[in-house]
Nanobody
Framework: QVQLVESGGGSVQAGGSLRLSCAAS????????MAWFRQAPGKEREGVAG???????DYAASVKGRFTISKDNAKNTLYLQMNSLKPEDTAVYYC????????????????????WGQGTQVTVSS
């Protein structure tokens, strides 16, 4: 069992930046794919960014060039650096981890992940 705890959410104006953190109870190097998802009110949960055990990353088209996913295995922490934020980025952000699945073209499918954090709210005002 892996517990994931997100932090770093908050309110920011459009164009601003936030960095989300996700602390894992077990070494992130022992996980497969890890990812950030988000869910806005009335919308389905969507994959934002994924990172494989080999460090390779992939992003949703809507955030590519603005968001950066990374992990620090020594600290058992996953990060999401979000720059040039837009009002449409407003959502609850969740981190997710898979025990066995490693990232491929299907990284954005929520069913691939075994463990989820409780979410952190990000609000971007115009």
């Amino acid at each position: 069992q892996v517990q994931l705890v997100e932090s770093g959410g908050g309110s920011v104006q459009a164009g601003g930046s936030l960095r989300l953190s996700c602390a894992a109870s077990r070494s992130t190097s022992s996980n497969g794919c890890m990812a950030w998802f988000r869910q806005a009110p009335g919308k389905e949960r969507e994959g934002v960014a994924g990172i494989g055990s080999d460090g390779r990353t992939d992003y949703a088209a809507s955030v590519k060039g603005r968001f950066t996913i990374s992990k620090d295995n020594a600290k058992n922490t996953l990060y999401l650096q979000m720059n040039s934020l837009k009002p449409e980025d407003t959502a609850v952000y969740y981190c997710a981890a898979s025990r066995w699945y490693n990232c491929d073209s299907r990284w954005a499918r929520s069913g691939n992940y075994n463990y989820w954090g409780q979410g952190t709210q990000v609000t971007v005002s115009s």
